[in-house]
T-cell receptor, first 112, second 115 residues
Framework: GESVGLHLPTLSVQEGDNSIINCAYS??????FIWYKQESGKGPQFIID?????DKRQGQRVTVLLNKTVKHLSLQIAATQPGDSAVYFC???????????FGAGTRLAVHP | NAGVMQNPRHLVRRRGQEARLRCSPM?????VYWYRQLPEEGLKFMVY????????ESGMPKERFSAEFPKEGPSILRIQQVVRGDSAAYFC?????????????FGPGTRLTVL
C-alpha cells in the first residue's frame, strides 16, 4: 500500500534552535508534497510545498528538502519560536486531482 | 474574504443519532474535500465533491456515511446512527480547481463526540 509516515512523533527544541522534521513516503509516483502546521483546536495551515522536479524550496524561516532517491522529505525551521509549537504534517499528492494523503504528524515543542 | 467555514464546531450525539456537519467553502471555490482525524493521528481523506457531484468517495465508510454539495448552500457530511468510533474531528477543505498543485484551504473542523 501507499503511505506517508514520519520518523519522529515528538520533537523538543530550545527556542532559537533550528528544527528538522522528517517524513518518508512510499509512492514514487507522487509529484507534489506539502507541509502543514496544525495548532491545537484548529485546522491544518499550509506552510510550504515542493514539486517532485525540485530538491529544495525556501520560504520565510522554513526550508523543505526532497530526496527522491530515498523518498524522504524534511522541513527545516530556522530560529524556532514558541509560536512554532504545533503538530506538523507532511502530505502527498499523487496527481490526477487534489487528493491529499497525510502522514501521522510530528509534535514540535519549543522550550524557552 | 472569509475562509472555509464549518459548523457546528463541536457536536455531541448519543449512539444511534444522526450527525450533520456543514462546510461552506471559500468564495469562488467549487471543490470540497472532507477529511477525518482521530486523536493523535493524521487526516484521512474521505470524499471529494464538486458542485452537485461526488467525484471520489473512496475514503467514505460504505454504510451510514453520505456527503453532498448542492448547487446552493453548504456541503453536508451526514453520519447516520452514530457509534462511538465515529468520534473524531472532521475537516473540510476547498480549492478553486481540481489541479493537484492548487492549494487546499482547511476549515477549523467539527469535533464530533459520540456518547
Amino acid at each position: 500500500g501507499e503511505s506517508v509516515g514520519l520518523h519522529l512523533p515528538t520533537l523538543s527544541v530550545q527556542e532559537g534552535d533550528n528544527s528538522i522534521i522528517n517524513c518518508a513516503y512510499s509512492n514514487s509516483a507522487s509529484d507534489y508534497f506539502i507541509w502543514y502546521k496544525q495548532e491545537s483546536g484548529k485546522g491544518p495551515q499550509f506552510i510550504i510545498d515542493i514539486r517532485s522536479n525540485m530538491d529544495k524550496r525556501q520560504g520565510q524561516r522554513v526550508t523543505v528538502l526532497l530526496n527522491k532517491t530515498v523518498k524522504h522529505l524534511s522541513l527545516q525551521i530556522a530560529a524556532t519560536q514558541p509560536g512554532d509549537s504545533a503538530v506538523y504534517f507532511c502530505a502527498e499528492n499523487k496527481g490526477g486531482y487534489n487528493k491529499l494523503i497525510f502522514g501521522a504528524g510530528t509534535r514540535l515543542a519549543v522550550h524557552p | 474574504n472569509a475562509g472555509v467555514m464549518q459548523n457546528p464546531r463541536h457536536l455531541v450525539r448519543r449512539r444511534g443519532q444522526e450527525a450533520r456537519l456543514r462546510c461552506s467553502p471559500m468564495k469562488g471555490h467549487s471543490h470540497v474535500y472532507w477529511y477525518r482525524q482521530l486523536p493523535e493521528e493524521g487526516l484521512k481523506f474521505m470524499v471529494y465533491l464538486q458542485k452537485e457531484n461526488i467525484i471520489d468517495e473512496s475514503g467514505m465508510p460504505k454504510e451510514r456515511f453520505s456527503a453532498e454539495f448542492p448547487k446552493e448552500g453548504p456541503s453536508i457530511l451526514r453520519i447516520q446512527q452514530v457509534v462511538r468510533g465515529d468520534s473524531a474531528a472532521y475537516f473540510c477543505a476547498s480549492s478553486t480547481t481540481s489541479d493537484p498543485n492548487n492549494e487546499q484551504f482547511f476549515g477549523p473542523g467539527t469535533r464530533l463526540t459520540v456518547l
